[in-house]
């Protein structure tokens, strides 16, 4: 389990291809990030739960299954890319963000970043099964990002990102056009699937 609070920003510094359509993924992480991670820990990068499986002091290995790259932004990545990371959340630690699990549910689409008074509103497309789950001042990820939605419309919602989250994340670089990893609120999809019984 993850907050959504950024803790770092890595890149991608190799791909290695294996068997079938899984890749091994060697990711640079900036100095302590990686003090006295354990082999198995879970580090959500840019949203997506990856298990490690090899870490020496700046830099970490994962493998990813042909599932997740089909399922995410990660088939598109290539050395440099940047990453958002997160370590796994330990109990007792504050809750800043809201409870995120790291498994994406879908890719969304950054459609335009509109200038407003100190910070930025960024509109976002969603697939139509992921919109209903979305609710204004509500939770939602956006690679690994909790964020508060804003305003919610048929097809996606938009968020404000302050200065602090564009400079320590991949809002910095983000650009219209850009597919982004979607988390929506663990609750909303437990509401839903209850609801699914009572009907």
Known sequence: MFTGIIAARGRLAAIERRAGADLRLSIAAPAGFLADVALGASIACSGCCLTVIEAGAEHFRVDVSGETLACTTLGSWREGTGINLERAMRVGEELGGHIVSGHVDGLGEALEAIPEDGSTRWRFRVPAALAPFIAAKGSVAVDGVSLTVNTVSADGFAVNIIPH??????????????????????LARYVARLAEFSR
């Open 165 to 186: 989250t564009a400079a320590v994340t991949g809002f910095a670089t983000l650009a219209p056009g850009d597919a982004v990893n979607i988390e929506i609120d663990m």
